[in-house]
């Protein structure tokens, strides 16, 4: 298979050893796609001045609590960040230079943002996975509160997310540790993926929705629920030789699986077909 060369560059970022992944660079190389004329280090210019302009307002004491407060501040009152809640499924919220260009995205990209001022200006955090809704944490001290960039960098305690994760579901939500683990870059961009290929598969994009996949599959290439996802859209587009292998390799890697039978009976269909 042939990568476009922003398909390239986003495999070359992303098997980086942990910890040395540009997550902004990799973000960058990901909408390339969707915009080939896009500069990523025209961005990520833009970004080392937001957070140039954050450092000079920072105040001489530089306890936690007025670090965030200064970048809420210049995100959110003298940039105007937001989000998006009109059109939240807008995929222009999903692309890095879309949501610097429009100031508004959705939660995981205004985390992101966020995370790259904060890096910048020396202030470790880290994005947190919770279910339905990203936020971001710093690492300095003892800390344990979160900043949720979608809703004006908001300062929440734990209890706190328990109440938003129960309000998003509505009903009541026990928060679980793994709801506010850090995740890796390898996760965040999955994640970003994974909003992209659903609001994809929703609009009928079926292309676009395949890439989204196939990109994830260079983040976790043994994901078997991608590569089954990756087979039925291939079949789908009636590329049935790609479609039989993937879908043969999920119930190799999964053949307790609930689907099982319609992945069986879809294969059995292509064999029938092509032996006509």
């Not at 080939?36 to 937001?50: A, H, K, R």
Request: proline fraction near 6%; include cysteine; charge should be negative.
């Amino acid at each position: 298979m042939e990568f476009s060369l922003a398909r390239q560059r986003f495999y070359q970022e992303v098997r980086q050893p942990e910890g040395e992944i540009d997550l902004a660079r990799a973000a960058l190389y990901l909408a390339q796609e969707e915009y080939p004329n896009l500069e990523p280090e025209n961005y990520l210019s833009t970004l080392e001045t937001m957070a140039a302009e954050v450092e000079e307002r920072l105040p001489q004491e530089q306890y936690p609590l007025r670090v965030i407060q200064t970048i809420n501040r210049y995100l959110y009152d003298d940039l105007g960040f937001s989000g998006n809640q009109a059109d939240y499924y807008d995929p222009r919220n999903s692309y890095l230079n879309q949501v610097l260009d429009r100031r508004t995205g959705i939660p995981i990209t205004l985390s992101l943002v966020y995370l790259e001022i904060a890096r910048r200006v020396n202030f470790p955090m880290v994005g947190i996975g919770m279910p339905s809704h990203f936020l971001i944490r710093p690492t300095v001290g003892q800390m344990e509160v979160f900043v949720d960039p979608f809703h004006q960098g908001e300062v929440l305690f734990l209890e706190d997310c328990q109440e938003r994760l129960s309000q998003l579901y509505g009903r009541p939500i026990e928060i679980q540790p793994e709801f506010v683990e850090a995740v890796t870059a390898e996760q965040f961009l999955a994640r970003m993926l994974s909003n992209l290929k659903m609001i994809y598969l929703n609009r009928e994009e079926i292309e676009k929705a395949l890439a989204a996949i196939e990109r994830i599959l260079l983040l976790f290439p043994d994901a078997a629920f991608e590569r089954r996802d990756r087979g039925l859209l291939y079949y789908h587009l009636g590329r049935w030789t790609e479609a039989t292998t993937d879908l043969e390799a999920y119930l190799m890697d999964m053949p307790t699986a609930q689907d099982t039978p319609v992945i069986l009976q879809l294969l059995e269909q292509m064999s029938q077909e092509n032996s006509d």
